[in-house]
């Protein structure tokens, strides 16, 4: 596993519209969001940001975000075949 980004991820910081850009996901996604507003859509579901949990987008995933959020995040590379099987949305 090789770590690339980790960080806190504050939505108003970076778009000032209601949904964000869609886009490919590069590497695997893991965020954890305690609250919010809105969903994080993935491959055509919404995910709330509100709740605690965990959101693990993978490589090829597209994505986007629609309200206001914060999160904490690692975006990694693996090769650990295990992952695919992941759930999108880990409950905490």
Request: aromatic letters at 16%.
């Amino acid at each position: 596993m090789k770590i690339i980004h980790t960080g806190n991820f504050r939505s108003s910081d970076f778009y000032s519209a209601e949904t964000s850009p869609r886009r490919a996901v590069v590497y695997y996604e893991l965020e954890y969001y305690s609250g919010g507003e809105g969903f994080s859509v993935v491959d055509g579901i919404k995910y709330p940001h509100s709740g605690c949990h965990f959101l693990l987008a993978k490589p090829g995933s597209e994505r986007f975000s629609i309200g206001r959020f914060d999160c904490l995040y690692v975006h990694f590379e693996s090769d650990e075949k295990e992952l695919s099987g992941l759930p999108t949305i880990i409950p905490t």
